[in-house]
């Protein structure tokens, strides 16, 4: 059933022009919103952390429903990308990341050449933050990507995603079974892509400082990272209002060892999460997090400050 939904939708969108599936799809989801009490209190519990201001506060109010909104238009989107090919939406990026090189390579680009450069895998991280699909997309058009994801409960639709995913660059690995081949991955030198907001309970991850509040998340990444001394580049890529992409990329981190390994594994996580906040600062309505993110507890203990050293490429 979910199958033959996720294809008929697909064939829908290609029939759809761009500007009224965002209109479809943006008062879907806006209806969603209203209609799933506890989805709505979990959007607007965490923006009222983002933008540090109380639940009921206007500002929250209409953020909470615009990230919905967004949703429901990146959700369009979503649908319609096996209907083009990839350079249909990297020919659409704006790189805000900085100038382009002379020969006209974007600068974001050139940052995840120089994580490669250093010979120790790269880990691409990103958020539930605009569009992740097309930030793939751009930096599978560099190199070879493995993507994480989740298992789907229908097998025909995990596939049918993976097939489609390949298509775009990008091979993907299954999260339930992906710590051997990441750390196999990286060694050889290759990238690994996820997006890092997922929360866990306290006992099941370790503590970051996320907009001044104790959240707790996965630790395998940031350990593995850690470990093995891989770069870190952040990056995101999100919709303007004309249709097209930005993308903006920080430069690749790399963690000092300090003989501590959960202190390292936090410090890595935590460099994660500060370019994440950074960037949903900037506009929290392309952050699509609709479940509770921190804890309930209001005297949560900061996560350590995190050391990391900028990496650069070695000539």
Known sequence: MLYRLYVSMQRLAGMIPRRMRWRIGGFIAQAVYWLWPAKRQATLQNMSVVLGLPVRHPRVQRTARLSWRNYGRFSGDLFDLPNHPPAFYINAITDLTGPPLPDGTMRALQLVDEARALGKGVVITTGHYGHWDVAGMLVASRAPLYVIAEALPDERLNRLLQEQRQGMGMSVLMIEDALRPMMRLLRAGDMIATPVDRPVPPNEGIPVTFFGKTAYVPRGLGALAARLGAAIVAGFVWGDRDGGY????NPPVVITPSGDPDADAICATQVMFDALERMIRQDPTQWY???????????????????????????
């Open 246 to 249: 930005r993308v903006f990329v």
């Open 289 to 315: 997090m609709f479940r509770p993110f921190w804890p309930h507890a209001q005297d949560a203990t900061p996560a350590p400050t995190p050391v990391a050293t900028e990496a650069t490429a070695h000539e």
